[in-house]
């Protein structure tokens, strides 16, 4: 047996994204006590796409759609996770991501790290039927989360109405039942509760 240097790359790119686990999101898990990691994030967004891909506007490949979830959030090993409603963070996120994506990526065997580093590249636009489905439930995971915990993160960062509705203005284009069901199950109940502040 003939260690090859693909194979090789192949591992240090599995190791290099076990760092993933210990980049902390500002989601609390469903107990309201533990904040989740981007590791558990990208299974549980991976998971419900195969299970509500039936929900998508448009026909989707679910594996191409599970796979940018499952790789959407690595870059954060380097840019660090940037909060939703952090404005100045989310100024320089672009910047910050593309770079951890060159560099990341490219661990990888040249052919496979192309073909990551585009399908990441083809999420971040949010074009395709996949990444507009794929932004969805990256979207819809952590409100679930956030419902389901009594509003804890959003009461926590004070977030308002107004900008959680201006963060899914797009999300409609995935999936408009998705978004119907997150707005009337999850989103407005904790306005009228005070989880979320009323502010439009």
């Not at 999101?25 to 419900?48: F, I, K, P, V």
């Not at 952090?86 to 770079?99: K, L, N, P, S």
């Not at 009594?150 to 109405?161: C, S």
């Amino acid at each position: 047996f003939f260690v090859t240097e693909r194979l090789t790359q192949q591992f240090d790119f599995l190791l290099e994204i076990d760092k993933a686990k210990r980049i902390q999101r500002q989601t609390y898990c469903s107990d309201g006590e533990t904040l989740e990691n981007d590791a558990e994030h990208g299974w549980h967004a991976a998971l419900m796409a195969i299970l509500l891909s039936e929900y998508a506007n448009e026909p989707i490949d679910v594996l191409k759609t599970v796979t940018m979830l499952l790789i959407h959030d690595i870059v954060e090993i380097d840019a660090g996770d940037t909060y939703a409603y952090d404005d100045a963070g989310v100024a320089t996120q672009a910047q910050r991501e593309e770079a951890a994506a060159q560099r990341i990526y490219s661990i990888l065997p040249e052919d496979q790290g192309r073909k990551m580093l585009e399908l990441w590249q083809e999420f971040e636009r949010g074009e395709s039927a996949e990444a507009c489905f794929a932004k969805v439930l990256d979207k819809v995971q952590p409100i679930m989360l956030n419902a389901a915990t009594d509003g804890r993160a959003w009461q926590g960062h004070e977030v308002k109405l107004s900008k959680i509705l201006q963060r899914n203005e797009k999300t409609p284009k995935g999936s408009q039942v998705l978004w119907e069901y997150m707005l009337q199950q999850f989103i407005m109940p904790n306005v009228e509760k005070g989880r979320i502040e009323k502010d439009c």
